[in-house]
């Protein structure tokens, strides 16, 4: 209900709206902790908040900052797929076909390239952090037999995660270095 809220309250703003859902807890699927969690029913809930996104009109997008079963959320029909690709890049290769078929259908992945730990984000650069991406991208081209460019033009570069929590230094690094790879990305 809350993202169906925020969806209406958006509109008056923006012709096309991105609702993203924040799923902190998905990177423990399968663990001890959860093992009576079936996949089916993680799936379920997941396509259940999705649905009510698409039924107000909006793209789903849903961000998930640590490692996961990244064919869950294809499976439940999310539009874009936000993830720490700074700290997990090439763990989405390892779900090549469920990537292929997320790509190939139009759909998108949200690339968290920039760290948003204070101790990772010092000393990097934005050459540094392109080579990161394309190595990851490279990786799941190969494995997933999806061109790279075909990944990169269904790309967002973001943040790894939230900046909220950052002392504001940090945080104007993180969207210093963000705007950095975009516009040297884009000029390629």
Known sequence: MKCRWQIRRFRDYAENVICFIDEPILSAFGSSTYVSVSRVDVIAALAEMIDAVHSEGATAGIHCCGNTEWSILIDAGIDII????????????????????????????????????????????????????????????????????????????TPSCGTGSLPVSDAELVFKLLKEVSNKLQSR
Not at 119 to 139: H, S, Y
């Open 82 to 157: 936000s993830f720490d690709a700074f700290d997990f890049g090439d763990t989405i290769a390892l779900y090549p076909e469920a990537m292929a078929r997320h790509l190939n259908a139009g759909k998108y992945l949200a690339w968290g390239i920039v760290p948003t730990n204070s101790e990772k984000l010092q000393g990097q650069t934005a050459d540094a952090l392109i080579d990161r991406f394309d190595a990851a991208v490279d990786n799941l081209a190969v494995k997933s037999g999806i061109s790279s460019d075909k990944i990169i033009s269904q790309a967002f570069i």
